[in-house]
């Protein structure tokens, strides 16, 4: 019996070239960006007329009756194989299908500000 699920599932494009990193004492893990796009048809409405929208993660842009939103994700690849795998041969610009689950985590940056950041591990 299942009582709860945390399940993702991506069709989108590479923003980056992959990056591995490895913290002291764990596990390297690869690390790149995925756009996933939306496109539907809609009129002007009071929020876009005449413009575009912009949000740190989202990029809205209305083109007559059609509008597009793209979404970026990071994703975190720790499993040892596919790790490799994806450092070697993913690309920039790939399309790619990702699978796996959303972290909600934190972290504190360079000037000390504790921020929040979701990744999808793969």
Not at 15 to 33: A, H, L, Y
Request: hydrophobic share 35%; with cysteine.
């Amino acid at each position: 019996l299942v009582s709860a699920m945390n399940r993702v599932q991506l069709l989108g494009r590479v923003g980056q070239d992959p990056i591995m990193r490895q913290v002291e004492g764990k596990n390297p893990v690869t690390i790149f960006s995925l756009a996933t796009n939306e496109m539907w048809r809609t009129g002007e409405s009071e929020a876009t007329q005449g413009g575009e929208i912009w949000h740190p993660t989202l990029f809205v842009c209305n083109v007559g009756d059609i509008s597009q939103k793209t979404t970026w994700h990071r994703i975190s690849v720790f499993r040892p194989g596919l790790r490799d795998i994806t450092y070697q041969y993913v690309k920039k610009g790939a399309r790619l299908y990702v699978e796996g689950k959303i972290d909600y985590g934190e972290y504190t940056d360079k000037n000390n500000v504790r921020r929040q950041a979701t990744t999808i591990i793969a």
